[in-house]
């Protein structure tokens, strides 16, 4: 047998061979059509067809579904309580297990070699975020620290202290960095955006539940002060029993080091920039108001 | 190490050019806007590849557990090419015959042979893995 197979195979062999197809020559599989079944006719579906002896039952009055006879019904017993009030308004994070990093990166999808963004991440399939859906951004989960072997410099939406632990003691960096809806879209897709025209916007600052998270060292926030994560670094290792690599003698030193500004969206591009692609060019604004806006 | 000198990444000065005027006299035209090629190697990092790229070399087992198919092509009437994601396909014939080794049951199969796939009834999918990985493919 030949190694290449036709895709539709014997069907399609078979169909060939058959005289032309007419509705005459159709007929649905058996098994795939079942009979209706027809209220108040013959000897067992006739007389009371199914709706029982006299009362509601048999003359379609029964009351409406959740009456108890007068009861206090259930639905109504029960206190109410918000368990999903605003369900559509609370800040979603897709995540991210370090079982999925390790097997994109092995697989090629993610470079490790430069730092690893959100943008790198849906690039190479890794995620699938969606702005429009109250998601904010991508957190790391530390399902797959054991085997987690890679030195990466990523940066994420959230972490957990887990997951933190497993990439520094590869010698990696963590960063938790905020993105406002619009900047997370440009994101997410920065093609469709530079396509349409307009300028890179800063990037805003979070609002005043995340600022907490943001600025603790703990959470390796991208606000907070860098010799508090130093401390924090270290402290974590403690915690978890190993030994911190030095990363300044790493040969990847430089790439490892590199961390956007509060404002910036993507790497080596600030805000204010419109980007050409039909001419592989950068404009950039020279007013001074301009400037001052996009520098603040 | 210290993350101070690296915190921040500096944004490009401009030089100071003339203030853009809402009415430009006609061989006059400045505009206020500098463009530069240089900056576009980063937008070309952010652009998605198109194709599915291929796997570097590992020796061995990946520490995610993923195994590179076998350099040597095996002798067999039929080959087995990788799917798109570098993960591993099946037979129906031989599926069916090692699963009943490992379980003891004739399993209920259904071949679907336009999308040249099939499926076996129950959870299989590492001791399957596991076992077309043994055989090379």
Known sequence: MSFTKKPGGKALDILQNLPRITLANLRPEPGTKKAEKKRGRGQHGGNRSGRGHKGERQRGNRPRLGFEGGQTPFYLAIPKYGYNEGHSRRAQYQPLTLNRLQYLIDLGRIDPTQPIDLTQLVNGRGVTIQPQKRDYGVQLVGEGAGIFAAKVNIEVQMASEEAIAAIERNGGIVTTGFYDPRSLAVLCKPVPFFLSGQPIPKRMLPGEDMVPYYTDAANRGYLADPEKIQKARIALAQKYGYVLPDISKDELFHMLFMRKDPRQIFFGLSPGWVVNMTEKKILKPTDDKLLQYYNS | ?137
Not at chain 2, 79 to 96: F, G, L, T, W, Y
Not at chain 2, 118 to 137: P, Q, Y
């Open chain 2, 1 to 137: 190490m210290s993350y101070q000198e690296h915190a921040r990444i500096l944004f490009s000065l401009s030089l100071s050019l003339q203030k853009q005027t809402l009415c430009i006299p006609a061989g006059e035209a400045k505009s206020g806007i500098l463009a530069s090629t240089e900056e576009y190697k980063f937008v070309e990092q952010l652009i998605s590849p198109s194709r599915v790229p291929f796997p570097p070399k590992h020796d061995g087992p990946s520490p995610f557990g993923w195994n590179p198919p076998s350099e040597v092509p095996l002798a067999l009437p039929h080959m087995i090419c990788r799917s798109r994601m570098h993960n591993v396909p099946a037979s129906e014939k031989d599926v069916k015959e090692y699963l009943q080794q490992l379980t003891g049951k004739h399993l209920p199969t259904q071949v679907n042979e336009v999308t040249m796939t099939f499926r076996v009834k129950g959870h299989f999918d590492t001791a399957l893995k596991e076992w077309l990985v043994k055989k090379g493919f």
